[in-house]
């Protein structure tokens, strides 16, 4: 959960992409880090297989503004799709803020997206956190693929408690700031009333 360094006066949210293999979720983290951190010099953490899958996730902190006067620093995860790293996922979920559930909008990939959300349930109520309360926000990615499913359609099987939904192309980093944007403010709203 979000740390609180009054010393530093930082305020300090995670917020973990999750979805299946090859959604996109680097993608996304990737195009972030392009238009920030990427121009300044820094650097993104990423452990990948040499086919550029992630092994155990990739890494990108953020600073997103200040609130009365405490900077608001996110801290960017992605897991790794595969179905195989289970535990990996389940350890880096440890301590999130908040979700964005990278979907993948082909009609092939409809079973691993709905596997993916099932696993983040379970993983986060062996955490002991509620998927109901977690800020949230699901982005159907991949729009631009001839495959992809019209969103209505995708919204009926995957919108699971009335989440901000966002139609993205990760790699033209398309819906990718909205996506995290919204990510964000649910965050804070939630830091908020605690
Ligand atoms: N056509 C298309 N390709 C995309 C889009 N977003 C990502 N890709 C491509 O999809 C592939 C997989 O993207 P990644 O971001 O590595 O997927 P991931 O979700 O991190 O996958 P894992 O690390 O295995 O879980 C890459 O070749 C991307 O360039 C998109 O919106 N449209
Ligand atoms: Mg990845």
């Keep these: 959960m979000s740390f609180i360094n009054f010393a530093a006066r930082e305020i ?6 999750y979805g299946a293999g090859l959604g996109g979720k680097t993608t996304n983290l990737q195009w972030i880090f392009d238009q920030t951190l990427g121009k300044a010099g820094g650097k993104m953490i990423s452990l990948a297989t040499e086919t550029d899958r992630t092994l ?5 902190p953020l600073d997103l503004g200040t609130i009365r006067g405490f900077k608001t620093r996110f801290h960017l995860y992605t897991v790794p799709g595969q179905v195989f790293y289970e535990a990996s996922r389940k350890l880096i979920l440890r301590g999130v803020d908040g979700i964005v559930f990278v979907a993948d909008s082909q009609e092939e990939r409809m079973d691993a997206n709905l596997e993916a959300i099932e696993d983040l349930e379970s993983n986060l109520k062996e955490h002991g956190y509620d998927f109901l309360k977690v800020p949230y926000v699901l982005q159907l990615n991949k729009r631009d693929l001839p495959s992809a499913l019209p969103v209505e359609d995708l919204k009926k099987v995957l919108v699971k408690k009335g989440e901000p939904v966002f139609e993205g192309v ?9 996506t995290l944007k919204e990510c964000g403010r649910l ?8």
Excluded: H, P, Q, S
């Design 12 to 17: 300090n949210c995670k917020v973990v992409y």
């Design 56 to 60: 155990f996730f990739d890494f990108l």
């Design 170 to 178: 990760a790699y033209k980093g398309i819906g990718v700031f909205e």
């Design 187 to 194: 965050v804070l709203a939630e830091l908020k009333k605690g």
